[in-house]
């Protein structure tokens, strides 16, 4: 029974942590969901059955059990917090104690109570001193925990700083098709003239790594020379684990929409794919593109698992008391920082990082040039404190979330009689426009008229 004791205790933290796991991606399909939650099970069950023999096994070096019992939960509950720790310095949080702190208190407990429940099968006592002493003690335990973290933290940066040493970024590596060619903007007054908007179908998607780079100008991309004073409106697009900023303008045919995909470079011919945890360590490349909106789509359904939730949402004038002139500017800012942004990377490039520097905060870091253009009341701060992290704590749903919590969807272009009334659930089904979007690319519905017709569940698409 010794033996199984952490197995035991690990199963039934994976059995909690998986559970929840499980309910928090429901809504996103039952296999994504089961996905989670045995992934999270795994994790879970890793993680406890690690500290948990580590306990032990510290627990076993001492024949005082009573020295056993408060160096074991000290250490393990150092081990535990300094992961933690280096985890949210990896992802640049900006307030780590407080954010680690419930999590911390949690675990050192439990190591403490597990220490405790050694002491006493070793010992055969109830009780050793008083409670009073030993929560002092536990206090001063945690305290003295705190500066073993250090090492962790300083690590992690160490072996980062290394990988970007050893890969820097750069644009001239012979890219897959879609991200070989940089989008870059000259304006002319209010007009804007975009070179490479990248427009690829489903079969080149499909198959982006077999397709040679050709000589001369690019096949799968277009020139748009577009009127930043016909911006009709400002989207964020959601797909798992990318965000797109999605334009709406207005032309003498009707309207045409464009979207800016802040990417991640990781494949190219000659060399293996980098794969996910290039995204974290500094080794990927940062590629900021502007695309047409079928191009969004296809990038989206040409993966295998399609079709994932994919949800789109007008966003509402980042001000409540915005003058309808500010509105107008603050739209053809957002745009203007988004093209600006592939300028200065094109010119410059930058290292992707996942926390630090991806689709998700770059798309926040443009609104909020945008917001700061027109007023001081929404700061980079408060963006990023609560956007970032709830973007890291439920991936893209948490930024949809955000959007949610901080009034800034456009309600009034729900075309629903109780648009003002939906909660969170509500709005987000409405938006996902993954059935219809994989319904009109059966029928062939293609370019511009399928943009229009994803949005004919939105009022502000008839105008």
């Given at each position: 029974?010794d ?7 690990a199963l ?8 929840w796991?499980?309910y928090?991606n429901s809504?996103h399909?039952?296999?994504a969901a089961?996905r ?8 879970s069950i890793?993680a406890?059955?690690?500290a948990v023999l580590?306990?032990e ?6 024949s ?5 019992y408060?160096?074991?939960g000290?250490?393990?509950a150092a ?7 280096a985890?949210?310095y990896a992802?640049g949080?900006p307030e ?9 208190v ?10 405790s429940?050694?002491?006493?099968r070793?010992s055969?006592e109830?009780?050793?001193g008083?409670?009073h002493?030993k929560?002092?003690v536990w206090l ?5 925990t705190v500066p ?5 933290l300083?690590?992690y940066?160490?072996?980062?700083r290394v990988?970007?040493a050893?890969?820097?970024?750069t ?17 002319e ?7 490479n ?7 080149q998607?499909k ?13 799968y991309?277009?020139?748009?020379t ?5 911006i009709?409106?400002v989207?964020l697009m959601?797909?798992?684990?990318h ?9 003498d045919e009707g309207?045409?929409?464009l ?10 011919h000659?060399?293996?794919?980098l ?8 080794s990927?490349?940062?590629y ?5 909106e079928?191009d969004?789509?296809?990038r989206?359904?040409s993966?295998?698992e ?5 949800c789109?949402?007008p ?5 409540a ?8 500017l ?8 988004a ?6 990377v094109a010119d410059?490039?930058e290292t992707?990082d ?5 689709c ?8 909020n040039l945008a ?12 963006l990023?404190l609560?956007g970032?992290?709830?973007?890291l704590?439920?991936t893209e ?8 919590e ?6 009034a272009?729900?075309?629903r ?8 659930d509500a709005l987000?089904?409405?938006c996902?426009i993954s059935?219809q979007l994989?319904?009109?690319m059966?029928q062939g519905?293609?370019g ?5 017709a994803v949005r004919e ?5 008839a105008?």
């Amino acid at each position: 029974m010794d033996r199984a004791r952490p197995f035991v205790v690990a199963l039934g933290a994976g059995l909690i942590y998986g559970s929840w796991a499980l309910y928090i991606n429901s809504g996103h399909g039952l296999d994504a969901a089961f996905r989670a939650a045995g992934a999270q099970a795994a994790l879970s069950i890793t993680a406890t059955l690690t500290a948990v023999l580590f306990l032990e096994w510290v627990f076993a070096r001492f024949s005082n059990p009573s020295a056993g019992y408060w160096v074991s939960g000290a250490s393990t509950a150092a081990l535990g917090g300094g992961a933690m720790a280096a985890g949210h310095y990896a992802a640049g949080t900006p307030e780590i104690i407080p954010t680690i702190a419930p999590s911390v208190v949690i675990g050192t407990t439990f190591y403490f109570v597990y220490a405790s429940f050694l002491n006493k099968r070793v010992s055969g006592e109830h009780s050793e001193g008083s409670w009073h002493l030993k929560a002092l003690v536990w206090l001063l335990g945690m305290l003295i925990t705190v500066p073993l973290w250090v090492p962790v933290l300083i690590g992690y940066r160490l072996v980062v700083r290394v990988m970007k040493a050893n890969t820097p970024p750069t644009n001239d590596k012979p890219w897959f098709i879609n991200n070989h060619w940089l989008t870059r903007a000259r304006f002319e007054g209010q007009t804007a003239h975009i070179d490479n908007v990248r427009s690829m179908n489903m079969e080149q998607w499909k198959n982006k790594a077999k397709l040679p780079i050709p000589e001369g100008p690019s096949p799968y991309h277009q020139q748009r020379t577009i009127d930043m004073d016909a911006i009709d409106g400002v989207y964020l697009m959601f797909s798992p684990f990318h965000v797109f900023l999605n334009f709406r303008v207005k032309t003498d045919e009707g309207h045409e929409h464009l979207v800016l995909s802040v990417e991640g470079r990781h494949q190219y011919h000659g060399a293996p794919d980098l794969g996910f945890w290039a995204y974290t360590n500094g080794s990927l490349t940062l590629y900021p593109t502007m695309t047409t909106e079928e191009d969004a789509f296809y990038r989206c359904a040409s993966a295998g698992e399609f079709p994932y939730p994919i949800c789109m949402y007008p966003i509402r004038d980042m001000t409540a008391d915005a003058l309808p002139y500010e509105r107008r500017l603050i739209h053809r800012l957002v745009l203007l920082n988004a093209l600006k942004r592939c300028n200065e990377v094109a010119d410059t490039p930058e290292t992707y990082d996942y926390f630090q520097n991806s689709c998700a905060t770059n798309t926040m870091a443009l609104g909020n040039l945008a917001i700061g253009g027109v007023t001081r009341r929404h700061t980079r701060k408060n963006l990023w404190l609560r956007g970032l992290a709830s973007y890291l704590s439920r991936t893209e749903l948490g930024m949809q979330h955000l959007l949610y919590e901080m009034n800034l969807i456009d309600r009034a272009a729900i075309d629903r009689d109780d648009a003002h009334e939906m909660d969170f659930d509500a709005l987000h089904q409405y938006c996902d426009i993954s059935p219809q979007l994989q319904e009109l690319m059966a029928q062939g519905v293609k370019g511009e008229a399928l943009s229009q017709a994803v949005r004919e569940r939105f009022r502000s698409a008839a105008h």
